[in-house]
């Protein structure tokens, strides 16, 4: 097995302990660390498709994005003057009346793994948090907004409007959250709706890259 395929494996399987060994390994053994990082993104992306599916929970998929978040510390230094693999900022928040934080901090995870900088704002976040955020920040490309409860879909819409009519520009709007659809994203003004972690990293590149 490669060392490629072995970060593959710890990742997927939550191998928090191990993983930082074997990601260092691969470096070792002459595997770009972009290479290792798609491995790491490709594997969060099986272990999505596993929670989608429903044969495994949230706290194995906590597990795994701890694991792979310990492998991006490892990458962290040898990937740093990359210009190539810096998006810019993404400003990321629940949004206000809403305190989970689970989807957000995975999304962030996975968003920061792609080559993002992540501006983590919490939970419970009015939109003037968000618009200050985007003035405060260097080079903010995107802004994610979650929300798990129905009961927050306004503050979401609300959200998205305020930051589309704060007259900032530069950067794309992604929402995401149980209760949200892509007919909602796109009624409410959003520019990118992903339905999991792993959708999310691949959307915001994409929404960022075509900008």
């Known amino acids: 097995m490669s060392k490629i395929e072995d970060v593959k494996v710890n990742v997927e399987t939550g191998k928090t302990k191990l993983i930082a060994g074997v990601v260092q390994e691969a470096l070792d053994a002459g595997d770009s660390p972009q290479d290792i ?16 599916a429903g044969t495994i929970f949230v706290p194995e998929m906590l597990i795994a994005a701890k694991a792979m978040s310990k492998g991006v510390d490892v990458l962290k230094p040898h990937m740093t003057g990359e210009g190539s693999s ?18 957000k901090n995975l999304v962030g995870m996975m968003v920061e793994s792609a080559g993002f900088t992540i501006v983590d704002l919490g939970v419970d976040v009015p939109a003037d948090k968000f ?44 929402v995401g959250g149980a209760p949200v659809t892509q007919e909602m994203a796109d009624e409410i003004g959003a520019d990118g709706y992903a339905a999991d972690a792993g959708g999310a990293a691949i959307k915001a590149k994409a929404l960022v890259t075509a900008a």
């Open 37 to 52: 990082l798609q491995a790491m993104i490709a594997a969060m992306g099986v272990v999505g498709d596993k929670f989608s």
């Open 86 to 103: 810096s998006l810019g900022t993404c400003v990321i928040g629940t949004v206000q009346g809403d305190l989970h934080d689970i989807g």
């Open 131 to 174: 618009i200050n955020a985007i003035k405060e920040n260097d080079n903010v490309t995107l802004v994610a907004c979650s929300g798990l409860l129905s009961t927050t879909m306004p503050a979401l819409k609300q959200t998205v409007v305020d930051i589309k009519a704060s007259g900032l520009t530069g950067f794309k709007v992604i």
